[in-house]
């Protein structure tokens, strides 16, 4: 499957957007990014969160930048054979990574089925 940069980013927006508010309202200081691959350039990761959970942040002052999850649209396309199943992939890639940002590690989302 191919993409644009342009077109993923929308693709990312329009899923993001159609998130229940239980999962996304309580999220602050954080920025969504897409971009390629990962720095090793390898195709086994879809995303990231890079920053504190939520209970483990102290407050931000002044010039903190914010948390951050990355999608990476190279890997999530080469696993898609549709936009239907990459709009599922990338569903499941954005709430597994805000789960980190609540504090939920990898073995609690194996148990819930979002790893």
Same mark, same amino acid.
């Not at 499957?1 to 342009?6: F, I, K």
């Not at 990476?72 to 709009?87: G, M």
């Given at each position: ?17 159609? #998130?229940? *508010?239980? +999962? %996304?309202?309580?999220? $602050?200081? &954080?920025?969504?990014?897409?971009? =390629? ?27 903190? #930048?914010? *948390?951050? +999850? %990355?999608?990476?649209? $190279?890997? &999530?396309?080469?696993?898609?054979? =549709? ?33």
């Amino acid at each position: 499957m191919d993409m644009t940069m342009d077109e993923f980013e929308t693709l990312v927006t329009e899923v993001l957007d159609s #998130l229940d *508010d239980e +999962i %996304v309202g309580g999220l $602050e200081n &954080l920025v969504f990014v897409v971009e =390629d691959r990962p720095a090793d350039g390898s195709m086994d990761l879809l995303g990231y969160y890079e920053g504190y959970d939520r209970d483990a942040r102290a407050d931000y002052g002044f010039g903190q #930048l914010p *948390d951050q +999850i %990355v999608l990476f649209r $190279e890997p &999530l396309l080469s696993i898609c054979d =549709d936009v239907q199943q990459l709009r599922h992939e990338v569903r499941v890639t954005l709430i597994h990574e805000i789960a980190h940002y609540y504090g939920i590690d990898d073995d609690a989302l194996h148990e819930l089925g979002w790893a």
